[in-house]
Structures are given as C-alpha cells and as structure tokens.
C-alpha cells in the first residue's frame, strides 16, 4: 500500500489532485476553528455535555457544532437533501423520468438537491440558534448566527464539488470523513487524560484498540462483501459482429443500505428528546414528557436497545427496497435476454432475486444493528466512556469513504499501469 502510494506520488496528476484533496482538508479544519461571536463556550459545553441528538450532529461537524464556529452545521444539511430527493425521486413522475435523462437530468436533481441543502441548512440553523439562545450573548441576533451557520454549509459544499471535480474521490464523502477525523484528537486526548488521572488502566485502553481494531474488521468484510448470482448471456447479433454467449455474475451488496438506516433510526430515537429539551417551560407535565423522551435514548434501558435495533432493521428493509427495484432487475433480464441458470425469466426470477434479497438484507440488517449498539456497549466491556469513535454511524462512514477513495487511487493507477491497492486474483497490473 505504501509502495503504491509513493507510485502515485511520482505522477505529476495524480500528485496535483491529492494534494488538492489535502489543501481542502486544510481550510475545512481552519474553519472549523473560526468561532461564531457571542457564544458563551462554556454554557455550550455544558449543553453538549448531555450527548443525544446534539452529540450525533457534532460527530458530523467534526467538533465543530459543539465549539460553535462557523463550519457548524457541517453537510448534515446536504445528507438530509439527498436523502428527501431520493424519495422524491420515487414519488413523483416527472422527478423520475428527470433522473432517466442521463447527464442533464442527474445535473437538473443535483441542482435542486444544491437549492434543497440551503433551505434545510438555514431552518435547522434556526432551530440550532433557539437551542442555544441560553449560551449565545446580546453580541449577536439569533438570525445572523443562522445566517452565518448556512453559509458555513453552502462553503462546504462547494468545497465538496470542487474536490470532486479537481481531487480524488467523492467530495461530499470526504468532507464528512474529514469532519469525523478531526474529532478523534480530541477523544483520543480525552482518553489519555483518563489514563493518566487513574480512571482508566492501560489494559482497558488495549481492550479497547483490540475492538476498534475488529470492528473496522468487520466493517471491511460486510462493506466489500456481495452475494453474487450468476447470470448467462445469450448469443447476440450487434450489426455484422456476432457476440458469443458468456456467463458472468449479478453482484447483491450485503449492505446495500449502507449507514442511512442508523441514521434514520437514531434520529427518530433522539429528536423528539432534543424538541422537548428546547422547551424552557418547567411544568410538570412538561419535565414529564421530556423524561419519557429521554428514556428512549439506546444507552437508556435495555428495553430502548432493542427499539433501536428493531428501528435499524425495520428501516434496513425499508431502504433497500427503495433503492433497489427488484421487479426492474427481473424484467431488464428478460428484456435482454439473460437468464438465471436454472430459474426460467420473467415471475420465477422475480421471486428468486426476491428472496436472495430479503436474506442478504437481513444479514446486512444484522450487521448495522451490531455495530451501531457497540458504542454503548463498549463502555461497559472496556470502561472507557470518553472514546465514541468506536462503531456506530461514524465508524460506518470512515471506513466506507475510505474504501472509496482507496478504490478510486486504484483506478487511477491501475489506467497507468500500477499495481492498485487492492489486488485482485488473477489479474497482472
């Protein structure tokens, strides 16, 4: 990997776009840094001290939301556009007939995703300033922070497509990426101090690297792993060339879902909690409700573990029928005149592929189920607390973007004749 890395070090383009990649990493850790004026640090530190939906959010910002600056509201705000046209996609016609346009139709959903993300950045920046209004001083209006924090995310996003286009990978993935690593000195500052004061012995912290270690395992294996169906292609006639009959494989991802689910259930766990927190009044029904929507929190109860859990798997199915239309798969098959070996076209196939989907989902389903509870589970086997980069919807991300990139380095040097990366059997570069 270190050989192949310095390999694509001596390519003059291949150079130029990551260290295009690192120069934007660079200004998006500055920003990260820029303080929005009048907020009083140490009341936000105690607001964030609480975890729950605000801590989720923060894992997103990199730090950034919890120091209040102006990269707070991160690209959660694109996550959430993207996700509400993919639905939109589905719902409306003229929406999906647009994205079967090929590149100017892509193009028009991007631009209407671009429009979307600034929308949804400055109303959650709305809610995020009344939430704070016990931290922020008279220096500046609960409208401006708003302002401030939608520009912070529409700068993001720019900085996303640019990487995209000059750099190496997906831009978007690795702002977010970048946004979850820069938390780690911190947590991992946070567990030295715990070493040293005594709360924590050396053997917990060891335990500890020996399961992050295994989930990022873990992750690995369930991300690239694939059922793959083997497919037959008849013997075609294209012009005057006759193209033979071949056989090669339909590849089902185990996790096709990918970390959506998580973040569908952990936000339909913790959000009514976070509505109900913002309330300043202290009636009693009032300080009841908010008990109650606490108790839902996964480290909450035992109980609430397995709600979250059910939610993950429950929204793991969900997912993968929106993004996977089996039905499609079954007709373009017959359309083009490929068959399953032994399965005849058309309904057969259908409940085939059906069922290799529904069990390959449930796997997956599993899988994110595991690791999204580890994080509390963790404290309790290794006790320690202060680490929460140890499975869940960041570590998902992390490993999935960084298989990406990996991919994408690959391909770049695998065009000019370098081994990649990943080494594929029985394929020379």
Sequence with gaps: MLESLMQAFRIPELKKRIYFNLMMFAIFVLGAHIPVPGID????????????????VDVFSGGALRKMTIFAMGI?????????MQMLTLAIPQLEAMSKEGESGRKQIAKITRYLTIVLAFLQSIGFSVSFRDAATTSIGLFQMALIMTAGTAFLLWIGEQVTEKGIGNGVSLV????????????????????ESGLVTPLNVIMLLALFVGTIYGIVLITQGARRIPIQHVKRVVGMRVAPAQASFLPIKVNTAGVIPIIFAISMVLFPAQILNSIPS??????????IANSFSPGASWWAMVLYVILIIVFTYFYTAVVMN??????????????????????PTFDYLDRVVSRITLAGAVFLAAVATIQYVAPALTGVSSFT?????????VVGVAIETMQAIEAQLLMRNYEGFIKQSGVSA
């Design 389 to 397: 980069l140890i499975g869940g919807t960041s570590l998902l991300i």
């Design 41 to 56: 640090h140490d009341k936000l530190e105690a607001l964030f001290g609480a975890g729950g939906f605000m801590g989720l």
């Design 76 to 84: 959660t705000p694109y996550i959430n556009a993207s996700i509400i």
């Design 282 to 291: 202290k009636a009693e029904w009032v300080m009841r409700l908010k008990a």
């Design 176 to 195: 977010i990426f970048a946004g979850i690593m820069t938390s780690l000195p911190y947590q991992s500052s946070l567990v030295i101090r715990s070493v």
């Design 326 to 347: 089996v039905q499609d798969m079954a007709d373009n098959l017959k359309k083009y005149g490929n068959y399953i070996p032994g399965i005849r076209p058309g309904k």
